[in-house]
C-alpha cells in the first residue's frame, strides 16, 4: 500500500532554474539574446545543409575539406532539423523570411514591428490562425494588427511542405 511516506525517489535531477531573466510571454525578456539574430527550424535546417555540401564537396584542387563531425550533439541537432523543418528547399526558406519581415520592427508600416524572435516563431510553429499565433507567441499582441498577421500567416501556409 503505496503513501505518502513510500513516494519512490525521482530518477532524475531537478532541472535548475534559469539562471538570467529569459521569458518569452506576453513581454519577451531574452536578457542578453534580445538583440541576436534568431533562426527558424527550416533556416537553420537550411544552413547545415550547407554546411554538409562544403564539407562533402573537393576544392579546387580536389581535395575534400575536414569532414563533419560525428558526434551525438551534431547527429542528434542534424536528426532533430530533419525531422521538424517545414520548409525544405533553400527558395522556400528564403520566401518565408521574406513573408515574415515584413511584420519585423524597422521595417516600416503602421506597427511597432515584431523582433527577430518571434519572425523565427511564427517560421518554426506555422499557425493557421491569428489566435493561434497569439495564444503559441503571446508577445505578439498589440504589436502587429489581426490583418496583417493573418496576411503573413496565409502567406507561410502556402509555401508549407507537406511531404
Known sequence: MAGPNNIPQPLSRRRPPPTGDEEATTQLHLGEYTDVPCLSVSE??????????????PDQNGRLPPPMPNSDVFNNTKRYLDEFARFRGEQAVQQVESVSQKLVVGYGGGNDGITGFERAQLGTLCC??????????????????D?????????????????
Do not use: G, M
Not at 47 to 52: A, E, M, P, R
Not at 128 to 145: H, N
Open 128 to 145: 493557421d490562425t491569428v489566435d493561434e499565433a497569439r495564444v503559441l507567441i503571446p508577445s505578439l499582441e498589440k504589436k502587429v494588427s
Open 147 to 163: 490583418d496583417e498577421l493573418q496576411q503573413v500567416l496565409d502567406d507561410i501556409s502556402k509555401l508549407r511542405d507537406f511531404s
Open 44 to 57: 537553420a535546417h537550411a544552413v547545415l545543409q550547407k554546411v554538409i555540401q562544403a564539407r562533402t564537396t
